[in-house]
């Protein structure tokens, strides 16, 4: 079955200190990949997304490019901030599969001290 | 705005009692899911339901019910038979292939 591995946590970092969460998949189809951030006490919102093999998703400073070649998706960012601080969760959408479900990692939690 | 709704944000419930979590979206999408989140397991899915009247179970159905009864709605409740279910539940709607999340009901048992 599908399976999102994501590089366990904590992570903390000072700010303006590079960032890269490390994630990768296992999957029968064609995947969709997405990075999701939850703050604390809230949902899960979407970071970005990549739908096919080299797409590079962004947003907000953040950046993840689809490799196949490696099944990863490595999330970066070239200078955090305090309000980055987060839960980030990798999950994948099997092409295959009939519904929109999706497959998640057990998240990475990120703290950026001043 | 539109967006997905859950309620109440704590909930707190005897042990042996059933207990219904409210998810509510105006987002005019079809398909609904339940999630339940442990600290370092990510999230795992309870049911989802991708039209009216029908339902599917996901990996951790067990000892939970859901209902889809208007397009607009996807109550989770949380029985008895339910071993442990201290934990923080999000619903989650989905459109052209994108889950939207709502806050999030988180459940302690006493």
């Given amino acids: ?100 479900q999706l497959t998640f990692g057990k998240g990475t939690k990120l703290s950026v001290i001043p | 705005d539109g967006g997905i709704t859950q309620s109440p944000k704590y909930l707190f419930r005897k042990e042996g009692q059933n207990v219904t979590l409210s998810c509510e979206q105006n987002l005019n999408h079809d398909a609904m899911y339940w999630y339940r989140q442990d600290p370092g397991q990510g999230l795992r899915l309870i049911y989802y339901s991708q039209i009216v009247n029908d339902f599917q179970k996901g990996d951790i159905a067990e000892g939970y019910s859901v209902s889809r009864e208007k397009k607009e709605s996807f109550p989770l409740t949380v029985t008895s038979a339910q071993k442990n279910p201290t934990a923080f539940y999000l619903c989650a709607s989905t459109r052209l292939g994108e889950q939207f999340f709502g806050p999030g009901t988180r459940l302690t048992v006493l």
Wanted: proline share 3%; aromatic share 12%; hydrophobic share 30%.
């Fill in chain 1, 1 to 100: 079955g599908d399976s999102v591995t994501q590089m366990e946590g904590p992570v903390t970092l000072s700010e303006e200190a590079f960032l890269t969460i490390n994630c990768t998949y296992t999957a029968t189809g064609y995947p969709s990949l997405f990075w999701y951030v939850q703050y604390p006490g809230e949902g899960l919102q979407l970071l970005l997304k990549a739908t096919k093999a080299d797409d590079k998703g962004s947003n907000k400073g953040f950046e993840a490019t689809y490799r196949k070649e490696t099944t990863s998706f490595h999330l970066e960012k070239g200078s955090v901030q305090v309000s980055d601080s987060a839960v980030y969760f990798c999950a994948l959408r099997d092409s295959g599969a009939g519904s929109y």
